[in-house]
């Protein structure tokens, strides 16, 4: 977390009193941090077989096409016949839809873990579906299990894409509650129902939902967990619910909110369990996008006792190094290489070389702890490990197009940073935890085509702004309530003729796309009104439509479905 100084002066003293009660009476502290008996049941592991694709990290497939699938078995398999089956649900939908895929071969890996190549149907809508795995035999069911949101269908799929770049949402952090407390209100509170949790996370969810880019890029912080011990279960589950809201892919990489020790609790042990690895790749047509943890420390290194955590700043290994040099190898010909990661290596460390002495002499690791506290409070924590000039060289040998970073919570893109071409955007905090007057909550919407960027964001190199009055930033983070963009949709006024409306203000000062599905009864035939039907997904008695549109700056539209045939 960067971006904290302004707050030194009057939050030092509190925080080393609370820092002292965590070190001095454990059991005093933990019993404060107890659950209440109503709250969140707790960030329970939900990745055990079906271990990819992920909540975290989905898989794009063609219709007709192949769909693969890690399982991790647990199991040895039958002597006797048995069957792989695989269906996909259709995701966050009034209506689901399911489709059973045909299961075509398996490819051990080892360690337990098979590769399952499952045929999508050829005629699948193009849509966002939970995937389920079952393996039968004449026992019975020997295995079902599945991840939500796991699986995005295409009709085609090349270099032409808008994705959000989204970072530092930070579940649980007191000092976006106490920047905007009618937003930001604690998970702790638990006689509010979950939308009122955290309101700037949904309304963000909400607008980019209505965009519906063709993919999510979140950079860590996804948590707090630094505040108390045993809140990362709690935090966890909220995020995991917050993250199921989406109706796009969401591709995760840890930051180090979501990586400390803290007691028992380990906090990449529950990004593991819940979304997905903390490092891979994937494609999107040509463009290969690359996951990095730069949060990349020893387990004593991450260790905390509530607020007093001995590092927040950026170190990659070189095992992890090495493997990101192999991926970009193997990739060379692709038409863009994006790697997307928490702190970026282009953030170098602000400390003065006698505090580098100082933390380095003090023996390890409580004296050394409380000093890497102190200097990063002073001075901040970009940077401060391992691995920064070989990450950067990477860049250019790799010949990186792009890298998109959160942990510095205000917006910054550094273009040509090497003699490859490199770009470097930061992206402002979607909490209220940023600096007034010099940043906003909000989210970054890049758009790709024929594999080069042509638009880094909003009026210029600007993140869109999740309120009305975030951009310019402003000085007041508290008068923040009101969303840059939403829309409502209502039954039409044809009477007994079905029909819908959809409304859409858009108070940003440029336009937005918009995207809407209509559910309306089947056998009619539809017009549209202030938009462009793209698909018809029939679904039973139902059906779909799905509605592309773009609202202008600084105004409303109405998207009007009704039909013009009787059954």
Not at 157 to 169: A, E, G, K, R
Request: charged share 20%; aromatic share 12%; hydrophobic share 40%.
């Amino acid at each position: 977390m960067a971006g904290h100084r302004y707050y030194l002066r009057v939050t030092l003293s509190v925080i080393f009193v609370l820092t002292f009660l965590c070190l001095q009476f454990p059991g005093r502290v933990e019993g404060m941090a107890s659950a209440p008996q109503n709250a969140p049941s707790g960030a329970q592991p939900r990745i055990k077989h079906v271990i990819r694709p992920t909540l975290g990290c989905p898989s794009f497939v063609l219709a007709g096409s192949q769909l693969k699938v890690d399982v991790s078995l647990g199991m040895t398999l039958p002597d006797h016949p048995y069957r792989f089956k695989a269906f996909i649900t259709t995701s966050n939908d009034p209506i689901p839809m399911t489709l059973g895929l045909e299961f075509e071969s398996m490819e051990a890996k080892g360690g337990g873990v098979v590769t399952l190549a499952f045929r999508v149907p050829g005629d699948a809508p193009e849509d966002l579906y939970d995937l389920e795995v079952v393996l039968e035999s004449q026992d019975g069911v020997l295995l079902r299990d599945g991840q939500p949101h796991a699986v995005k269908v295409l009709r085609h799929l090349d270099d032409d894409l808008i994705l959000v770049h989204f970072t530092d949402t930070q579940i649980g952090d007191l000092l976006s509650a106490a920047n905007n407390p009618s937003e930001s209100l604690p998970n702790w509170i638990t006689s509010a129902p979950f939308k009122d949790h955290w309101k700037y996370l949904h309304r963000a969810i909400d607008i980019i939902n209505l965009i519906k880019p063709d993919l999510v890029i979140l950079t860590g912080d996804l948590v707090y967990g630094q505040l108390y011990f045993g809140e990362y279960p709690r935090e966890y589950d909220f995020i995991y619910r917050y993250l199921l809201r989406f109706d796009v892919p969401v591709f995760v990489a840890p930051g180090n909110h979501d990586s400390y020790r803290q007691a028992e609790d380990d906090g990449k042990e529950y990004f593991r369990s819940l979304l997905g690895p903390t490092q891979y790749s994937f494609d999107y047509g040509p463009i290969r996008f690359v996951a990095v943890d730069t949060y990349d420390w020893p387990e004593i290194d991450r260790s905390g006792y509530g607020l007093l955590v001995s590092t927040w700043g950026g170190q990659v290994s070189r095992r992890q190094l090495r493997w990101l040099e192999e991926e970009l190898r193997a990739h060379a010909q692709s038409a863009m290489r994006v790697i997307f990661c928490h702190h970026s290596p282009d953030d170098t460390s602000e400390w003065p070389l006698w505090a580098w002495r100082i933390c380095l002499a003090a023996a390890y690791p409580f004296p050394q702890l409380y000093l890497r506290f102190l200097f990063g409070l002073l001075y901040d924590q970009e940077w401060v490990g391992e691995g920064r000039r070989e990450f950067l060289s990477l860049l250019e040998r790799g010949k990186v197009d792009l890298l998109l970073a959160g942990h510095v919570h205000h917006d910054r893109v550094s273009r040509d940073i090497n003699r490859y071409g490199t770009d470097v955007v930061t992206t402002t905090s979607a909490s209220f935890n940023v600096k007034p007057g010099k940043a906003y909550p909000g989210f970054r919407v890049v758009t790709i085509r024929d594999g080069v960027v042509v638009d880094y964001g909003y009026m210029g190199d600007w993140s869109h702004p999740i309120y009305s009055n975030g951009f310019p930033p402003s000085a007041n983070l508290a008068q923040q309530f009101e969303p840059a963009l939403y829309a409502t949709i209502s039954d039409g006024s044809g009477g007994e003729v079905p029909s819908k409306e959809l409304l859409v203000v858009n108070r940003y000062l440029e336009p937005v796309p918009v995207n809407a599905e209509f559910v309306l009864p089947a056998g009619r035939e539809y017009r549209v009104s202030g938009g462009e039907v793209w698909q018809i997904s029939p679904r039973g008695d139902w059906t779909v439509l799905y509605v592309r549109s773009q609202v202008d700056a600084t105004s409303t539209l109405k998207v009007s479905v009704h039909s013009v045939k009787s059954p």
